[in-house]
């Protein structure tokens, strides 16, 4: 069954959901490249681990220190010799969550450009290959959009990134959070952030909303090379079907994070003419 919506689907951005939809969406994208860019080009899908605190944007419900219960010891015979005011003035822990860590895992995509000599910018993976990063391609997660240690790790490794010769595409598909690059010109729901390393300071910014397509664009790679054309509203449509998620969609609810007032009712009318409500 395919989506009902234009573009991007705010039902799939549901807490619960998200997670399967960004890899799979990842792994999509790399079986859509890699045919194409053969044989000058690799498609590694690649992945960074972080430890972040609990909570933030309701993606992981932790509370901050929550009461699971008394604690019920055995009963044990007095001692004579306790006094009476001691027994009255005893104190009882209580069992408590402490916030735990949580372990992140974020997956992205780097363009490898293949090479026989390793120049200065070359480096060698593990199979002893030389290669040279071109470009990433980051989707945008919930720990890199609100603060905290995910927000920092990224924006740190997106600074470099800036600040180098690797080409940047930055797709944010989630309307909570605060986004890495702002346009006060449009109203938006999401963006495509496209940064050429030949290009900066300026970059291409496609904003655009729930209503919408997701607009295609070219993914930049070696000034010389053709540049391919990402259908990338047609990749998620395909993956949508493909990956059943309608069978984990009640579209009788209210997506999370719920649309805004305008928004509502046009998606309301856009579910029933679908039959799903």
Known sequence: ??????????????????????????????????????????????????????????????????????????????RPTQPLSAQLTAVQPLTIDLPMPVRVRETYLEIQ????????????????HPVKVVTLLEILSPWNK????????????RTKILNSMTNLVEIDLLRA???????EQVHYDYSILLSAARSRPRAKFYPFTVRQA???FSLPLQPEDEEPIIDLN?????????????????????????LDKDDAPWADTLLHKAGLR
């Open 1 to 78: 069954m395919p989506t009902p919506f234009p573009g991007m689907d705010p039902y799939l951005e549901r807490p619960n959901l998200w997670s399967n939809v960004y890899n799979s969406l990842i792994t999509a994208i790399r079986d859509t490249l890699a045919p194409l860019l053969r044989p000058r080009y690799f498609v590694a899908v690649q992945e960074r681990a972080y430890l972040d605190e609990p909570g933030g944007m309701g993606f992981i419900n932790i509370p901050d220190a929550a009461v699971v219960g008394p604690y019920a010891p055995s009963p044990v015979r007095q």
């Open 113 to 128: 450009e293949l090479a026989d000599d390793p120049g200065p910018s070359i480096g060698v993976n593990g199979d002893s």
């Open 146 to 157: 609100r603060g905290g240690i995910g927000r920092h790790e990224y924006t740190h490794k």
């Open 177 to 183: 959070g605060a986004g890495m690059s702002t346009v």
């Open 214 to 216: 997701i607009p295609s």
């Open 234 to 258: 047609e990749i998620l449509h395909a993956l949508y079907d493909r990956a059943g998620y309608d069978l984990r969609i009640n579209y009788r609810t209210e997506p999370i994070p719920p």
